[in-house]
């Protein structure tokens, strides 16, 4: 089941899409949309928690199944404590990854596989996003960003990882494009972080007209 308003963005690193939530943020607040704003992992405090657990650099003796099934528990608590009231209470749900973020890094990128994921995040799949932004930034694009940035005041275990699994990354976001066209809507990351964020914002608005 696919829930009305529930939007998520989805991308690589260096995406742009925290500045581009941000602007989708002050447009709705010019027009006076209820909404609110939300990540994944993360958005409560058990969900804060399980993240710190996932993006500590000491837990470099994590397994793949374990990472992912932390995702998929911080997720169903998320769905029922935070996402699904606000629904309820006609807001809109802007959230930083969910699902597909789990899909294309453990699913693909780890190996572990689309249908072991899903199978994994069985008491979330009735609680599907409406529409998903994926933000495609081509990994030499995003390569050439991360190095521009300071990262000393940022750096978590998935920051650590190779460039290669970050080409796998993007080579699964790439398939599940392919396999969700009626929910996914791909916007161009490799412009300009303006013409992006414009463009994101343009797309959530029609959406919001339908």
């Known amino acids: 089941m696919k829930l009305k308003n529930f939007i998520t963005f989805e991308g690589g690193e260096c995406s742009g899409k925290t500045t581009i939530i941000k602007d989708i943020v002050k447009k709705f ?20 928690q399980i993240r710190n657990v996932i993006l500590d650099v ?17 997720r169903i608590q998320h769905v029922k404590q935070k996402i699904l009231p606000a629904l309820e209470e006609g807001k809109v749900v802007l959230c930083d990854r969910f699902l597909d973020s789990s899909l294309a890094y453990q699913g693909y990128a780890r190996g572990i596989g689309f249908e072991r994921i899903l199978k994994a995040n069985e008491f979330s799949l009735d609680y599907l996003p409406d529409l998903t932004i ?31 699994f970050h080409k796998k990354v993007y080579e699964g976001y790439k398939k599940l494009e392919e396999m969700y ?11 300009d972080l303006a013409t992006v964020s414009r463009n994101c914002v343009e797309a959530v608005l029609k959406y919001l007209k339908k």
């Open 29 to 48: 607040e010019e027009l006076n949309i209820s909404y609110i704003t939300t990540r994944e992992p993360g958005g409560l405090p058990i969900c804060e």
């Open 134 to 164: 994926f933000i495609d930034v081509k990994p030499e694009v995003a390569l050439k960003r991360l190095q521009n940035q300071d990262r000393s005041s940022k750096s978590d275990r998935l920051d650590k990882e190779s460039i290669d």
């Open 58 to 74: 000491n837990n470099t003796d994590m397994s793949s199944e374990c990472e992912a099934l932390l995702y998929a528990a911080s």
């Open 181 to 191: 066209p009626d929910r996914i809507i791909t916007i161009d990351g490799n412009q």
